[in-house]
């Protein structure tokens, strides 16, 4: 089947991004998907009154929703605990390159549902996206990619910061981190080389001077363990090079 259209000059600019969002969105099943990027172009209007049409687009239906059940959480007088928006500085590059996605609006876009994501499934089909309509991703792409699915493990263990020095990742918790003090301190007395406790809430773990291929790897085998401490109630021993946990590549 064909879908013909006049020159993108001659339509308006929603019309060109309900085009585009079609394109992106052409597999069964993307119904749900294209409705909510529709909503996010015309706008949604106050969901609980009468109006239909409003400015949802600046902050995006995802974020719409989450203020709005925040704001209904409050009325009803139910505690939440604070968002957690984690920092990840780890000295590489990590980017959409515009020779890979040309328009501003697209590359934007992709940054959006990117940080909005909540699920590792969500990440992958971003990825798979990307591939079929823009080839191999390039490094950069790779490298945020990549980070983006560690920023979901340290969502899962509230740490706020991952930072790489030269030599240690530190690891900043939150003050409601599940992950319990007294793992990390045995941790770290059973591989003093490898792992301090440091003052504000954080942790060093000992990787050295490595690629930035080498820090990614390593920053996602630190908070897989941290998250699998949450679940098992103990830290688990120090995995043998090659013997890792390893993070989907593109």
Not at 20 to 36: D, K, N, T
Not at 39 to 55: C, P
Not at 195 to 207: E, N, Q, Y
């Amino acid at each position: 089947a064909y879908l013909l259209t006049p020159p993108e000059t001659l339509m308006t600019s929603d019309a060109v991004k309900r085009l585009a969002v079609v394109q992106e969105h052409s597999e069964l099943g993307q119904g749900f998907r294209i409705a909510m990027r529709d909503m996010e172009i015309r706008g949604a209007g106050s969901i609980l009154g009468t109006s239909q049409s409003g400015h949802v687009a600046q902050v995006g239906y995802e974020m719409y929703l989450e203020i709005l059940e925040q704001a209904i959480a409050e009325i009803k007088g139910e505690e939440q605990p604070p968002r957690i928006d984690p920092e990840i500085r780890l000295k590489i590059e990590a980017f959409i390159p515009e020779d890979c996605v040309p328009d501003p609006q697209q590359r934007m876009n992709l940054y959006k549902r990117l940080s909005r994501a909540e699920h590792e499934s969500e990440i992958d089909g971003i990825e798979d996206e990307i591939l079929d309509l823009y080839g191999r991703a390039p490094d950069q792409l790779t490298n945020l990619l990549r980070i983006m699915r560690i920023r979901l493990a340290m969502k899962e263990i509230r740490a706020t910061r991952l930072d790489y020095n030269g030599s240690d990742l530190v690891v900043t918790f939150d003050s409601e981190t599940p992950v319990r003090p007294e793992h990390l301190v045995i941790w770290a007395q059973q591989s003093p080389q490898r792992v301090r406790l440091l003052p504000g809430d954080r942790l060093a773990f000992r990787i050295g001077a490595v690629d930035s291929d080498q820090r990614i790897q390593k920053s996602f085998e630190l908070t897989a363990r941290l998250k699998e401490s949450t679940q098992s109630g103990h830290m688990a021993p120090l995995l043998s090079e090659g013997n890792s946990a390893t993070i989907r590549t593109a």
